[in-house]
């Protein structure tokens, strides 16, 4: 995560005029814990963080984590969210598509032009979530070419 990211997706995302310290705090708590549910709670196949971050041993220079985060939304002090009547169905394919989009993306990098992924890890979390609706809307992405995996 990164300052600059978190200040632009709280002025052009949450349309925050001025981001306070308690605002960015508030959303990078609820992105940290939603990044390290799979340590807490291990999921299908054992796809989680940790196999994530061995899988990239191998090529420590080529590496480094970038956090997305979607719906973004900020609670308010009675706890409310600002989009608790606003929620709607989506498709895994629509989530994980927007966790790629740079808007989304908690770091400052270019990921469309130049940028590549070696692997993708995202927490999809929901009642109605089958591992094969993931699978498949991952394929889509890759023949889509929505974005750049390496070639190997």
Known sequence: LD?????RIAVDRLRIENPT????????ATIMAASTTTLRYPGYMNNDLIGLLASLIPTPRCHFLMTGYTPLTLTDATGQSDSATRIRKTTVLDVMRR?????NIMVSANTRSSGC????????????????QIHKALQRIRERQLINF???
């Open 3 to 7: 300052n600059t990211a978190l200040n």
């Open 21 to 28: 310290v308690d605002q960015l705090n508030s959303l990078v």
């Open 99 to 103: 966790l790629t989009q740079p808007k």
């Open 117 to 132: 992924y070696i692997s993708l890890l995202n927490i999809v979390q929901g009642n109605d979530i089958d591992p094969t």
């Open 150 to 152: 390496i070639p190997w």
